[in-house]
T-cell receptor
Framework: GAVVSQHPSRVICKSGTSVKIECRSL??????MFWYRQFPKKSLMLMAT?????????EQGVEKDKFLINHASLTLSTLTVTSAHPEDSSFYIC???????????FGQGTRLTVV | GIQVEQSPPDLILQEGANSTLRCNFS?????LQWFHQNPWGQLINLFY???GTKQNGRLSATTVATERYSLLYISSSQTTDSGVYFC?????????????FGKGTSLLVTP
């Protein structure tokens, strides 16, 4: 199956700082990448969808100025949590789909803790 | 939007037992996937199954698209099967097509 790598797997940052999370498709070109957020013992909630070379599209209620998404190439998308606050602490997971079909493959996730 | 309901929410099995997890969805879908989330949070693809039946080792899945449900069968369960099983269906959102997840079934397999 297709491999998606997410980095870092765990990050602790101070309140007010920014954190960048990378999502890479290692063995395929991902025209579309997705960012999800998961709270403890909860399901995954879609935050935004990004297509290579175009602006990300955000779900209702997701602050685009808080969560900056860049999809600069067919193998890399980044999520930057700007001016992080403790309420931004969560598990963030990216996924990617290929052109062949709509099966989605997920990265390992990033556990963000803002102190 | 499309609703995805999974049952049961929690399940405890003794090693060696079989189980069936269910996923109901409220509208027709182009894509349905089953995932296993391990204790470290990684989502493992189990099945891409918009319709029909597939088998992979001790796991199999059946989706009856016309009746809007999917079943995941786990046979001869092992402790390593523990974790959360998610069903996700493709839906149209603000950003195009994306997966909409159910709330999951939390499975614990005891020795």
């Amino acid at each position: 199956g297709a491999v998606v790598s997410q980095h870092p797997s765990r990050v602790i940052c101070k309140s007010g700082t920014s954190v960048k999370i990378e999502c890479r498709s290692l063995d395929f070109q991902a025209t579309t990448m997705f960012w999800y957020r998961q709270f403890p013992k909860k399901s995954l909630m879609l935050m935004a969808t990004s297509n290579e070379g175009s602006k990300a599209t955000y779900e209702q209620g997701v602050e685009k100025d808080k969560f900056l998404i860049n999809h600069a190439s067919l193998t890399l998308s980044t999520l930057t949590v700007t001016s992080a606050h403790p309420e931004d602490s969560s598990f963030y997971i990216c996924s990617a789909t290929t052109d062949m079909n709509t099966e989605a493959f997920f990265g390992q996730g990033t556990r963000l803790t803002v102190v | 939007g499309i609703q995805v309901e999974q049952s049961p929410p929690d399940l405890i099995l003794q090693e060696g037992a079989n189980s069936t997890l269910r996923c109901n969805f409220s509208d027709s879908v182009n894509n349905l996937q089953w995932f296993h989330q391990n204790p470290w949070g990684q989502l493992i693809n189990l099945f891409y199954i918009p319709s029909g039946t597939k088998q992979n080792g001790r796991l199999s899945a059946t989706t009856v698209a016309t009746e809007r449900y999917s079943l995941l069968y786990i046979s001869s369960s092992q402790t390593t099967d523990s974790g959360v099983y998610f069903c996700a269906v493709e839906r149209y959102s603000n950003s195009g097509y994306a997966l909409n997840f159910g709330k999951g079934t939390s499975l614990l397999v005891t020795p």
